[in-house]
Structure formats: structure tokens, C-alpha cells
């Protein structure tokens, strides 16, 4: 299993992205998929999961109403709409795919991590 995340660059502050995670496994469309972010000199920490249909998402405090996971199974593709940037969204952001249909929020229930993309939110 591969993940590759994609997306991320330089915006300005209360900008948009469209981060990726596009897997190669076959096992994918039914896996809860997850993304992390790990800013400069902090642990990585949760932002959202999704389940393996799409049907149930779980955010971050930090970002609800901000930012918006959705899946497109058809492409092995899980997207992360980041609306309302911040600087403290500044981060390196992993994608994460777990062994189950459903997933939370903790780091340990994912066994497949991608490579990061970085965000980075100008004030």
C-alpha cells in the first residue's frame, strides 16, 4: 500500500487548498482514511477522519467548519478541502489509511501513512 499526499503550498491567510491522498491498494475504498499534521517543533496531531463509504467524518476542533474531507473511491483518491487558512494550519500534512471500515481519531489506528505534503498559511 502506497499513499501519495498532494496539494499543499504557500497561501495567504483565509485562503483555500485542496490537499489529495491518492492510494494504490485495492483495500482502500474500504478503509477509514485519516489526515495529520505535524507543524515546526510540535507533535503531529489529528485533523479528520473519514469512514470507508463517506457517510461519517470526525474533525478536529481546530478546523471544524473550516476545513471539509470527502472520498471518491472510483479514484482511490481522499481529499481535504482546507477553506478559512490560518497560520497556525502552517504544517506538514500526512494522509493516513487504516485496517477498518472505521477509524478515530488516534494515530495508532492506521497502519499506512503517506509521505506529507506541506501547507504553509502566510499572515
Known amino acids: 500500500v502506497q499513499l501519495q499526499a498532494s496539494g499543499g503550498g504557500l497561501v495567504q491567510a483565509g485562503g483555500s487548498l485542496r490537499l489529495s491522498c491518492a492510494a494504490s491498494g485495492r483495500t482502500f475504498s474500504v478503509h477509514a482514511v485519516a489526515w495529520f499534521r505535524q507543524a515546526p517543533g510540535k507533535e503531529r496531531e489529528f485533523v479528520t477522519t473519514?469512514?470507508?463509504?463517506?457517510?461519517?467524518?470526525l474533525y478536529a476542533d481546530s478546523v471544524k467548519g473550516r476545513f471539509t474531507i470527502f472520498r471518491d473511491n472510483a479514484k482511490n483518491t481522499v481529499y481535504l478541502q482546507m477553506n478559512g487558512l490560518k497560520p497556525e494550519d502552517t504544517a506538514l500534512y500526512y494522509c493516513a489509511e487504516a485496517t477498518t471500515m472505521v477509524a478515530g481519531s488516534e494515530q495508532f489506528e492506521y497502519a499506512y501513512w503517506g509521505q506529507g505534503t506541506l501547507v504553509t498559511v502566510s499572515s
Open positions: 473519514i469512514n470507508w463509504s463517506g457517510t461519517n467524518t
